[in-house]
């Protein structure tokens, strides 16, 4: 089963304006994590927060995460054609469950240039 | 390049045949896992490793599906009279460590026919 649901489920901007995704999920978590598919291809880990921090930046990219909404939000500054991929969040469960990460069905972003 | 490989890249095989995946993580790397991904959806996880020791499987893992990691290295993954429901792209991911971001190979695509 997939924890986490992300929204949009498909996002298309033009290059240079800023995308926003949203991450639902339901259960109490370890950390959450961010990674990106290109068409093809493995999935590449962006960025990770865990469950006592609020923000986290890296370059161009902003998380924040809210445990009392169980939510978290991806953000994309000065957005690029090569940033068009599929987003996913990831959940690892906290008490240090086994199951790895738990992924959600992601938001397929394309950048217009 | 040093990061996780996956092999084949892509395999056709006909309904009932076995067909077998090998995983080459990162060499430091303790955990392994494997993930199953059909289009559209996110990572459905199936299994991990502990070095060699397989610790946790995915109700998804029917008893047609078997995985190994001899002495901790590399790692197989095998169907057995293989359905067309198998059909997917099959990745393989690697971590040091708990609640640590995981490493993804580019999968295997499985066209089952």
């Known amino acids: 089963s997939q924890q986490g649901e992300e929204d949009p489920q498909a996002l298309s901007i033009q290059e240079g304006e800023n995308a926003t995704m949203n991450c639902s999920y339901k259960t109490s978590i370890n950390n959450l994590q961010w990674y990106r598919q290109n068409s093809g291809r493995g999935l590449v880990h962006l960025i990770l927060i865990r469950s006592n921090e609020r923000e986290k930046h890296s370059g161009r990219l902003r998380v924040t995460l809210d445990t009392s909404k169980k939510s978290s939000s991806l953000l994309i500054t000065a957005s690029r054609a090569a940033d068009t991929a599929s987003y996913f969040c990831a959940t690892a469960p906290s008490g240090g469950g086994a199951d790895g990460l738990t992924f959600g069905k992601g938001t397929h972003l394309i950048i217009q240039p | 390049d040093t990061g996780v490989s996956q092999d084949p890249r892509h395999k056709i095989t006909k309904r009932g045949q076995n067909v077998t995946f090998r995983c080459d993580p990162i060499?430091?790397?303790?955990?392994l896992y494997w993930y199953r991904q059909t289009l559209g959806q996110g990572p459905e996880f199936l299994t991990y490793f502990q070095n060699e020791a397989q610790l946790e499987k995915s109700r998804l893992l029917s008893d047609r599906f078997s995985a190994e990691r001899p002495k901790g290295s590399f790692s197989t993954l095998e169907i057995q009279r293989t359905e067309q429901g198998d059909s997917a792209m099959y990745l393989c991911?690697?971590?040091?460590?708990?609640?640590?971001?995981?490493?993804f190979g580019n999968g295997t695509r499985l066209t089952v026919t």
């Open positions: 991911a690697s971590s040091f460590g708990t609640n640590s971001p995981l490493h």
């Open positions: 060499s430091e790397h303790n955990r």
